[in-house]
T-cell receptor
Framework: GENVEQHPSTLSVQEGDSAVIKCTYSDSASNYFPWYKQELGKGPQLIIDIRSNVGEKKDQRIAVTLNKTAKHFSLHITETQPEDSAVYFCAASIWDSSYKLIFGSGTRLLVRP | SAVISQKPSRDICQRGTSLTIQCQVDSQVTMMFWYRQQPGQSLTLIATANQGSEATYESGFVIDKFPISRPNLTFSTLTVSNMSPEDSSIYLC??????????FGQGTRLTVV
């Protein structure tokens, strides 16, 4: 079955700097890769996603890149702000088939003011 | 995007008892899932809630411990049976469908004492 690895487990950056979180997946059939932000005491919130027919997607300060050949995808946050501090999870799925999400282990991002 | 409501949001339960968690979606969805998030950990899929039939459980999860119902396309319940302190987790409902994203409810924070 699918296995998703996520790095780093913790990331501390200065406000205004960029943050990059990386994930690798094992199942070449996976075709949907969402990223979630989870704040303390809340459920995961979808912040951006990418499908396998696209190499990059941007939404304001957030971007995701996908390398299907290498089976890895990354989340890029630019101009980080203290409110970006949270736990971020990547996930992989064979969408339009099972819709099941396999999650990475999470990255705790701390943005220092 | 789908709006997912979970009840209760949190509960403290005695060991040996059972708790039923409800998940209500504001629109008909193809797939509904239940995830568990143990303290400080990532999300693990418990089962797929199938409308009108028995749920499909992932490895390590059994129906006797986590019975699931899904009487229609907008509602599902998860029961955590014969609870022990090891069942203390956040339980999350998620939905998925073709041409949409995977959304999560706010979760039910369960503490077993």
């Amino acid at each position: 079955g699918e296995n998703v690895e996520q790095h780093p487990s913790t990331l501390s950056v200065q406000e205004g700097d960029s943050a990059v979180i990386k994930c690798t997946y094992s199942d070449s059939a996976s075709n949907y890769f969402p990223w979630y932000k989870q704040e303390l005491g809340k459920g995961p919130q979808l912040i951006i996603d990418i499908r396998s027919n696209v190499g990059e997607k941007k939404d304001q300060r957030i971007a995701v890149t996908l390398n299907k050949t290498a089976k890895h995808f990354s989340l890029h946050i630019t101009e980080t702000q203290p409110e970006d501090s949270a736990v971020y999870f990547c996930a992989a799925s064979i969408w339009d088939s099972s819709y099941k999400l396999i999650f990475g282990s999470g990255t705790r991002l701390l943005v220092r003011p | 995007s789908a709006v997912i409501s979970q009840k209760p949001s949190r509960d403290i339960c005695q060991r040996g008892t059972s708790l039923t968690i409800q998940c209500q979606v504001d629109s008909q969805v193809t797939m509904m899932f239940w995830y568990r998030q143990q303290p400080g950990q990532s999300l693990t899929l418990i089962a797929t809630a199938n409308q009108g039939s028995e749920a499909t459980y992932e490895s390590g999860f059994v129906i006797d411990k986590f019975p699931i119902s899904r009487p229609n396309l907008t509602f599902s319940t998860l029961t955590v049976s014969n609870m022990s302190p090891e069942d203390s987790s956040i339980y999350l409902c998620s939905v998925g469908a073709a041409n949409t994203e995977a959304f999560f409810g706010q979760g039910t924070r369960l503490t077993v004492v």
